[in-house]
């Protein structure tokens, strides 16, 4: 069975920092593309970063470039979402999701999401 | 920020057929293929179309999708109370910085 579990969300304040984490099993990790997705009950769903399988391609939305940083441990299954300088407009549930094609970190359907983890960033 | 546009809400009764739409732009739907997506509250959302009209395995035919110039329509047959959940639209917006871009979401009520 395809999982994702997504960790590390919390409360943090305002301009801190926090690093998620999304350990995958059930396929063959490096072989996929990983992104991130976030969602705010005003805003829906948005889409905040993206990753090649071989980790050497990254993608960013223009709200979160420059502060946030996106990388994977194909050793160990994990992709990892490293969040600074946050904000209050930050704060969301964030999700993993595998991409359903091997070949494009963009352009692609996301196939399987983690559970999501909660992030709140405070003014 | 949703860029692609979808109808708050649709209803219908249990059996019947509804249908959503998502209207995007040239650099969104128009260039890139669309997808669908299904939240039951409380849980993630879940693929239920992808390449504009094709099935993971496991979904049933009565979900369907179809695309046209810059809008895209997700079409549910059968309607069962099991349906009711949100559904969003999401394709790849390639104007400047390519990102991915989702729909506002749909409500579905089984009446």
């Known amino acids: 069975e395809v999982r994702l579990v997504e960790s590390g969300g919390g409360l943090v304040q305002s301009g801190g920092s926090l690093r998620l984490s999304c350990e995958a099993s059930?396929?063959?990790?490096?072989?996929?593309?990983m992104t991130w997705v976030r969602q705010t009950p005003g805003k829906g769903l948005e889409w905040v970063s993206g990753?090649?399988?071989?980790?050497?391609?990254?993608y960013y939305a223009d709200s979160v470039k420059g502060r946030f940083t996106i990388s994977r441990d194909n050793s160990k299954n994990t992709v990892f979402l490293q969040l600074n300088s946050l904000r209050v407009e930050d704060t969301a549930i964030y999700y993993c999701a595998k991409l359903y094609y091997g070949d494009y970190a963009v352009l692609n359907a996301f196939e399987i999401w983690g559970q999501g983890t909660l992030v709140a960033a405070s003014s | 920020q949703s860029v692609l546009t979808q109808p708050p809400s649709v209803s219908a009764a249990p059996g019947q057929k509804v249908t959503i739409s998502c209207s995007g732009s040239a650099s969104n739907i128009g260039s890139n293929y669309v997808s669908w997506y299904q939240q039951l509250p409380g849980t993630a959302p879940k693929l239920l179309i992808y390449?504009?009209?094709k099935r993971p395995s496991g979904i049933p035919d009565r979900f369907s999708g179809s695309k046209s110039g810059t809008s895209a329509t997700l079409g549910i047959t059968g309607l069962q109370t099991g349906d009711e959940a949100d559904y969003y639209c999401g394709t790849w917006d390639t104007s400047l910085n390519t990102g991915g871009v989702f729909g506002t979401g749909t409500r579905v009520t089984v009446l």
């Open positions: 990753i090649s399988g071989s980790g050497d391609t990254t």
């Open positions: 059930g396929f063959t990790f490096s072989s996929y593309p």
């Open positions: 390449d504009n009209n």
